[in-house]
């Protein structure tokens, strides 16, 4: 059992960063693979990217590709997602999901345990 608790989303003008932070509990952290999700009003979930249980490998989607990173840290069972360059296309609720096929697939249905979102909005 994973529990998921995302925060450091807000506001934040169009160029601007922000970075996201995911706590995870769990002794078995270091054994899911890490994804980021968002969704905007009115839009599905989709996918964001994706980090390995290692922290080597990871895979995004083309729309923040060179904008967005993830990384990880198992000893503080946290996982990031800095986010720079933002457009108000980024507008959403950004959550973390535990994948324990460490897929780093989109595919919503591998990842078991997700958390509560946290909301970023981008004004232009």
């Known amino acids: 059992q994973v529990q998921l608790l995302e925060s450091g989303g807000g506001l934040v003008q169009a160029g601007g960063s922000l970075r996201l932070s995911c706590a995870a509990s769990g002794r078995t952290f270091s054994m899911y693979g890490m994804g980021w999700f968002r969704q905007a009003p009115g839009k599905e979930r989709e996918f964001v990217g994706a980090i390995s249980w290692s922290g080597y490998s990871t895979y995004y989607a083309d729309s923040v590709k060179g904008r967005f990173t993830i990384s990880r840290d198992n000893a503080k069972n946290t996982v990031y997602l800095q986010m720079n360059s933002l457009k108000p296309e980024d507008t959403a609720v950004y959550y973390c999901?535990?994948?324990?096929?460490?897929?780093?697939?989109?595919?919503?249905?591998?990842?078991?345990?997700w958390g509560q979102g946290t909301q970023v909005t981008v004004s232009s």
């Open positions: 999901a535990a994948d324990p096929t460490n897929a780093l697939g989109p595919g919503q249905e591998t990842y078991d345990y």
